[in-house]
């Protein structure tokens, strides 16, 4: 059975990876230029954004795994009373 909860933990897994290494990739930009002078405000704050929506998505992740875990438990005490 495909189990929505855990395909949303994966997604929200995979979405938080993908703004981890554009966030780092954006740091290694600044790193390189030794300063944040370079850097447009919109560019530090899309920063700050990415560094957010990675926070925000790896602290979903857990609680979609805890859901997908509750779910299967729910679904596994269902099928033993319906004797499956």
């Known amino acids: 059975m495909d189990d929505p909860s855990l395909n949303a933990a994966f997604c929200y897994e995979s979405?938080?990876?993908c703004f981890r290494i554009q966030r780092d990739l954006?740091?290694?930009k600044i790193d390189q230029a030794g300063d944040r002078e370079g850097f447009t405000e919109t560019d530090l704050r899309?920063?700050?954004l990415l560094?957010?929506?990675a926070d925000l998505l790896g602290?979903?992740?857990p609680a979609f795994m805890t859901?997908?875990?509750l779910t299967q438990?729910?679904?596994d005490e269902a099928d033993d009373a319906n004797g499956v």
């Open 26 to 28: 954006f740091l290694e």
């Open 67 to 69: 859901l997908s875990a």
């Open 46 to 48: 899309y920063f700050a």
């Open 15 to 17: 979405q938080g990876e």
């Open 59 to 61: 602290r979903l992740h």
């Open 73 to 75: 438990l729910a679904s």
């Open 51 to 53: 560094d957010e929506c």
